[in-house]
Nanobody, 123 residues
Framework: QVQLVESGGGLVRAGDSLRLACATSGRTSDTFRMSWFRQAPRKEREFVATINWIGDDTYVADSMKGRFTISRDNDKNIIYLNLNILKPEDTAVYYC????????????????WGQGTQVTVSS
């Protein structure tokens, strides 16, 4: 089992920044890839960013590229998502997810999920 706990969400204004964190524990050696997804009200959960175990392979969804970055600290077992120049349309619950393979942007390929952290961006 792998446990994921997100933190760092909050209420901010447009243009502000946030750093989300995902603390991992358990059999993290079973996970190869860590990713962030988000889900806005009445919308499907969408892919945000992904990073491999070593941390040298990252990808951010095209619509968020240039504003969001993903990184990891394997000494602390934490995955970070830096959100910059936030917009009201970034308002969503942000989820951390772990997989041992599959397609990075396919949420169905992820076996482990955190409980999510709410990000609300006011205009």
């Amino acid at each position: 089992q792998v446990q994921l706990v997100e933190s760092g969400g909050g209420l901010v204004r447009a243009g502000d920044s946030l750093r989300l964190a995902c603390a991992t524990s358990g059999r993290t050696s079973d996970t190869f890839r860590m990713s962030w997804f988000r889900q806005a009200p009445r919308k499907e959960r969408e892919f945000v960013a992904t990073i491999n175990w070593i941390g040298d392979d990252t990808y951010v969804a095209d619509s968020m590229k240039g504003r969001f970055t993903i990184s990891r600290d394997n000494d602390k077992n934490i995955i970070y998502l830096n959100l910059n120049i936030l917009k009201p349309e970034d308002t969503a619950v942000y989820y951390c997810a772990a997989s041992s393979g599959g397609t990075p942007w396919n949420r169905n390929d992820y076996a482990y999920w955190g409980q999510g952290t709410q990000v609300t961006v006011s205009s």
